[in-house]
């Protein structure tokens, strides 16, 4: 991000935190809509585990903090946490193929973790979560000095 000369540090703290507000209004915008989730589970699906798991329903949910995903596999709905919004994309695929996967496997055995081993991205996937929840326990930095 290129930030003009000549401002002041207060200026630029402004700035920046303007500048940053635009950027998050953009993503929001560019948030996949229930619909082209439910478009977007179809496809991962046909491509890693042969369109083998079909969903009848996937959303977005503002109720799950404690989970990043979630599904019922007698009516092959998936839940996202609203969480993930903002998330790179391949972190996000990845929620969907494990529910995804849910629907053919229950639990978290070998079996299940095979289905997942097509999806190339799905160790680095963890780890960003893992990240994710780490960074949440760290202690909040202090905040920038005004002069
Ligand atoms: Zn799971």
Same mark, same amino acid.
């Given at each position: ?12 703290? &402004? @700035? ?38 079909? *969903?009848?329903?996937?959303? @977005? ?5 404690? &989970? @990043? ?18 998330? *790179? ?16 496997? *229950?639990?978290?055995? *070998?079996?299940? @973790? ?22 949440? &326990? ?10």
């Amino acid at each position: 991000m290129l930030i003009p000369a000549r401002m002041s540090e207060a200026e630029e703290r &402004r @700035w920046v935190g303007v500048m940053l507000d635009k950027l998050a209004a953009q993503e929001s915008r560019s948030v996949l809509g229930d619909r082209e989730l439910t478009e977007r589970a179809l496809r991962l699906s046909e491509q890693y585990f042969g369109g083998r798991a079909r *969903p009848g329903s996937v959303r @977005w949910v503002t109720n799950q903090n404690t &989970r @990043w995903g979630s599904c019922t596999p007698s009516e092959g709905s998936i839940r996202l946490s609203h969480r993930l919004q903002g998330m *790179p994309e391949y972190v996000v695929d990845y929620v969907l193929l494990h529910e995804l996967a849910h629907l053919l496997v *229950p639990g978290h055995g *070998p079996r299940f @973790w095979r289905l997942l081993e097509a999806y190339p991205r799905t160790e680095r996937a963890r780890g960003y979560l893992e990240g994710v929840v780490a960074a949440a &326990r760290l202690p909040h930095l202090p905040e920038a000095r005004e002069e």
